[in-house]
């Protein structure tokens, strides 16, 4: 059974910085391509960033120059760094595997929720 558990959300004033790790298991995760997410209130869901097996990442254009995405496949673990937070970027963070272009797993996690005042 598939499992992402989402963790290092808070509330942090603008141009502040977060960690925010991405717990996973029930599936090959070395194998498998990730990336993170996030829904604001009264938004769609989005892609923020994602990296594929061997290392290539991307990221959504809002965030380029301030977030980073990383993975540890003996922790079955992916990341996202966040830096120079601005108010536009409070929204819950989900991760999810990537396939095609679209979420890879039917079921997500709780999320994370990033609250940043400014």
């Known amino acids: 059974q598939v499992q992402l558990v989402e963790s290092g959300g808070e509330l942090v004033q603008a141009g502040g910085s977060l960690r925010l790790s991405c717990a996973a298991s029930?599936?090959?995760?070395?194998?498998?391509?990730m990336g993170w997410y996030r829904q604001a209130p009264g938004k769609q869901r989005e892609l923020v960033a994602d990296?594929?097996?061997?290392?290539?990442?991307n990221y959504a254009d809002s965030v380029k120059g301030r977030f980073t995405i990383s993975r540890d496949n003996a922790k079955k673990t992916v990341y996202l760094q966040m830096n120079n937070l601005k108010p536009e970027d409070t929204a819950m963070y989900y991760c999810?595997?990537?396939?095609?272009?679209?979420?890879?797993?039917?079921?997500w996690g709780q999320g994370t929720q990033v609250s940043v005042s400014s």
């Open positions: 029930g599936f090959i995760f070395s194998f498998t391509p």
């Open positions: 999810n595997g990537r396939r095609s272009g679209s979420p890879l797993f039917g079921n």
């Open positions: 990296i594929t097996s061997d290392g290539s990442i």
